[in-house]
Every structure is written in structure tokens, then in C-alpha cells.
């Protein structure tokens, strides 16, 4: 019966806490805020673009590149313990795995993703 009774209780509170809030906003007198309430927080100077400007596609192929050899290193900490146990098998099969990702990295530079002009 005690667990009713608290989630009630946290019910009501959201319920009141919600109501407040929208109290609140509707007795806002509608003034607008002065210059400094205006500008940005954290970065203290005012954007130049849009926050919705769209990235070049450069950024998002560069980005699938990161992430792919973050998930290399993702697998390459648990092989390291692996390749305690296992030896020199367990080293030939990370050759293999490093050997597929350098083509990948080998055709993105013949296709230029590394060139930013």
C-alpha cells in the first residue's frame, strides 16, 4: 500500500509542479528581454549562421570514417586480453581485420574524402 501512496505522491507533485509552470507563463507580461538575456550562454559571441545550416557532405563521410576506426578500437581492447590467451591466432585474425579497414581507408583517400577545398 505504501508504494500507491508514493507514486500519488509523485503524481500529484508533477501535476502541481506542471501547473505552476504553466501559471507562470501565462502571467508573463509579454515584455521582451533586454540585449544580454538575448544572447547566447555558453558561447558569448552572436551566431553567424542558421542552427539549422546543412553541413557539406564532406563532413558526414568524414564522420562515417571516424566512426568506423572508433568502433576499431571499440574491438581492439578486448583482443588485447584475447591475445594473451590465444597468441599468435588471435593476432593474425586482427591483421586481417586491420588489413580490411586499411582498404577502406586506402579507397577513400583514391576518392579524395581527405581533400577539403
Not at 85 to 102: N, Q, R, V
Amino acid at each position: 500500500m505504501t508504494i500507491v501512496i508514493a507514486v500519488l505522491l509523485i503524481v500529484g507533485l508533477s501535476f502541481l509542479f506542471t501547473v505552476g509552470l504553466r501559471s507562470g507563463v501565462a502571467v508573463d507580461d509579454g515584455r521582451q528581454a533586454s540585449n544580454p538575456q538575448q544572447r547566447p550562454v555558453l558561447g558569448g559571441s552572436d551566431p553567424e549562421t542558421h542552427a539549422l545550416q546543412r553541413f557539406h557532405i564532406r563532413y558526414y563521410t568524414m564522420t562515417l570514417l571516424f566512426v568506423a576506426f572508433e568502433m576499431e578500437m571499440m574491438f581492439m581492447y578486448p583482443w588485447a586480453v584475447v591475445f594473451v590467451e590465444e597468441g599468435p591466432k588471435a593476432l593474425a585474425e586482427m591483421g586481417m581485420f586491420l588489413a580490411i579497414l586499411s582498404v577502406g581507408i586506402l579507397y577513400g583517400w583514391k576518392e579524395g574524402i581527405f581533400e577539403w577545398e
